[in-house]
């Protein structure tokens, strides 16, 4: 079946330095991905989206890179704050018309240490 | 309120007790979305309601859960006979169209404890 995966559980930075976290999915028709953030007790929070027809797109310090020939997808965010610490998914959306569901990944933890 | 609001936040339920998890969209949004989240997992898909229409419902485990959304905007998840593989934060949440856009908006989530 249908699969996203991240490539690390856990990620420590130091506060400051930019952050990496990837991701991998199987599907290579899915056409839309969004990054979450969740912090504990909360539901995921919207960080950033990327359309198939892109392969950059940035928002306030994050940027998404889409690869479609790899099939992955990265989030990076600048100057890492000791607030960006929290589980990061990414999910994969399935072409329009097989419906409106997400494929969520298993989730990057990113600790920042002061 | 501005978000997806879900009651109740904690539940605690014996093995083979039925529970009903609530959730509010947030008013005037179209799709509403259960996912179930295991302890140190990415949230699974369970159904998909468009309005009242439920669109989707493959990712119900089984057949004890059941989900409706009457009048296409409060929507309860049903677990009949909880079992202990049940135990997981149920997360609700809402779209403003029927293609996920602008991402989704989730709720809290309710942590179900089956004992």
């Known amino acids: 079946g249908e699969s996203v995966g991240l490539h690390l559980p856990t990620l420590s930075v130091q506060e400051g330095d930019n952050s990496i976290i990837n991701c991998a999915y199987s599907?290579?028709?899915?056409?839309?991905f969004i990054w979450y953030k969740q912090e504990s007790g909360k539901g995921p929070q919207f960080i950033i989206d990327?359309?198939?027809?892109?392969d950059k797109r940035q928002g306030q310090r994050v940027t998404v890179l889409l690869n479609k020939t790899v099939k992955h997808l990265s989030l990076q965010i600048a100057a890492t704050q000791p607030g960006d610490s929290a589980v990061y998914f990414c999910a994969a959306a399935p072409p329009y018309n097989q419906g409106g569901k997400l494929i969520f990944g298993q989730g990057t933890e990113l600790s920042v240490k002061p | 309120g501005a978000g997806v609001s879900q009651s109740p936040r904690y539940k605690v339920a014996k093995r083979g007790q039925d529970v009903a998890l609530r959730c509010d969209p947030i008013s005037g949004h179209v799709s509403l979305f259960w996912y179930q989240q295991a302890l140190g997992q990415g949230p699974e898909f369970l159904t998909y309601f468009q309005n009242e229409a439920q669109l989707d419902k493959s990712g119900l485990p089984s057949d004890r859960f059941f989900a409706e959304r009457p009048e296409g905007s409060v929507s309860t998840l049903k677990i009949q006979r909880t079992q202990q593989e049940d135990s997981a934060v149920y997360l609700c949440?809402?779209?403003?169209?029927?293609?996920?856009?602008?991402?989704?908006?989730f709720g809290s989530g309710t942590r179900l404890t089956v004992v």
């Open positions: 599907n290579s028709a899915s056409d839309y």
């Open positions: 949440a809402s779209s403003l169209r029927s293609y996920p856009d602008y991402g989704y908006t």
């Open positions: 990327i359309r198939s027809n892109m």
